[in-house]
Antibody, heavy 120, light 107 residues
Framework: QVQLVESGGGLVKPGGSLRLSCAAS????????MTWIRQAPGKGLEWVSY????????TYADSVKGRFTISRDNAKNSMYLQMRSLRPEDTAMYYC?????????????WGQGSLVTVSS | DIQMTQSPSSLSASVGDRVTVTCRAS??????LNWYQQKSGKVPKLLIY???TLQSGVPSRFSGSGSGTDFTLTISSLQAEDFATYYC?????????FGQGTKVEIK
């Protein structure tokens, strides 16, 4: 069965860095776009970034552009989110999700999330 | 960026009620519209993609419609397990965006 497991979250000071990982299993990882979504405490969903199957296409939400970097390693069935210059407003649960590469790019499987807290 | 606006932000309904949630895009997004359900403390779940296609395993009381800029999620007969927050999402542009969510509460 499809599994997505995030790791790497934690408490970090403003201006600090953190790297999230998403380990995938149960599907042909290299055939699917992958994406990060976050949810601040008590708030709605915010799409963060996506990466295409061979990393050709990468986009970021304006709120993280220039500070976050998405990447993937198809040999390791893993995706990453390098987060730099973190701000208190980046505090959120970060979910990775599998996105269809054709059609409507729907997110059909989500991980359980990794909590990032940015605070001094 | 394409803005997605849902209405209402919240609603109260009873079991058995017909419930409608509206999502409006700031520009034409064709059929690149998906719906997700999130129960309190849980991971979001895909309900509908491409405006009207039900994800496998989703009950048929859920349906979606619309095109262009105006879309609707309908629950034909609300069940106890449907109390949750619902989000629309567009994947038309290269910057994907969610609506702010509609919380469906028990009346």
């Amino acid at each position: 069965q499809v599994q997505l497991v995030e790791s790497g979250g934690g408490l970090v000071k403003p201006g600090g860095s953190l790297r999230l990982s998403c380990a995938a299993s149960g599907f042909a990882f290299s055939d699917y776009y992958m994406t990060w979504i976050r949810q601040a405490p008590g708030k709605g969903l915010e799409w963060v970034s996506y990466i295409s199957t061979s990393s050709t296409y990468i986009t970021y939400a304006d709120s993280v552009k220039g500070r976050f970097t998405i990447s993937r390693d198809n040999a390791k069935n893993s995706m990453y989110l390098q987060m730099r210059s973190l701000r208190p407003e980046d505090t959120a649960m970060y979910y990775c999700a599998k996105a269809h590469s054709t059609g409507w790019y729907q997110f059909d499987y989500w991980g359980q999330g990794s909590l990032v807290t940015v605070s001094s | 960026d394409i803005q997605m606006t849902q209405s209402p932000s919240s609603l109260s309904a009873s079991v058995g009620d017909r419930v409608t949630v509206t999502c409006r895009a700031s520009q034409n997004i064709g059929k690149y519209l998906n719906w997700y359900q999130q129960k309190s403390g849980k991971v979001p779940k895909l309900l509908i993609y491409g405006v009207s296609t039900l994800q496998s395993g989703v009950p048929s009381r859920f349906s979606g419609s619309g095109s262009g800029t105006d879309f609707t999620l309908t629950i034909s007969s609300l069940q106890a397990e449907d109390f949750a927050t619902y989000y629309c999402q567009q994947t038309y542009s290269t910057l994907w965006t969610f609506g702010q969510g509609t919380k469906v509460e028990i009346k």
